[in-house]
């Protein structure tokens, strides 16, 4: 069993900038993929950026240039900063990876962390 615990998230102005982790633990032989999707009320979950454990980035278009994905492969802790912080970025955030155990490979949510974006 994998759990990834997330934090980071909280109220910020419109511009600013948050930095959030996400932490796993648990019984595993590897991860894989590390990334953060998020879900804004009345909106399906989308995909906020991916890193794969040699370091290659993915981004939706809509946080290309203000959002910025790193991991540390030692902590199996993923991390995203996010600046230019819009409303539209609130949202709850949330931490996936793939991790292989010993019956296979998986994904793994965590719990979700609140970001809101308001003057």
């Known amino acids: 069993q994998v759990q990834l615990v997330e934090s980071g998230g909280g109220l910020v102005q419109p511009g600013g900038s948050l930095r959030l982790s996400c932490a796993a633990s648990?019984?595993?032989?590897?991860?894989?993929?590390m990334g953060w999707y998020r879900q804004a009320p009345g909106k399906q979950r989308e995909l906020v950026a991916t890193i794969t454990a040699r370091g290659k980035t993915n981004y939706a278009g809509s946080v290309k240039e203000r959002f910025t994905i790193s991991r540390d492969n030692a902590r199996n802790t993923v991390y995203l900063q996010l600046s230019s912080l819009k409303p539209e970025d609130t949202a709850i955030y949330y931490c996936?990876?793939?991790?292989?155990?010993?019956?296979?490979?998986?994904?793994?949510w965590g719990q979700g962390t609140q970001v809101t974006v308001s003057s």
């Open positions: 648990g019984s595993y032989n590897s991860i894989d993929l």
């Open positions: 996936n990876t793939i991790a292989y155990t010993t019956v296979g490979g998986r994904h793994y």
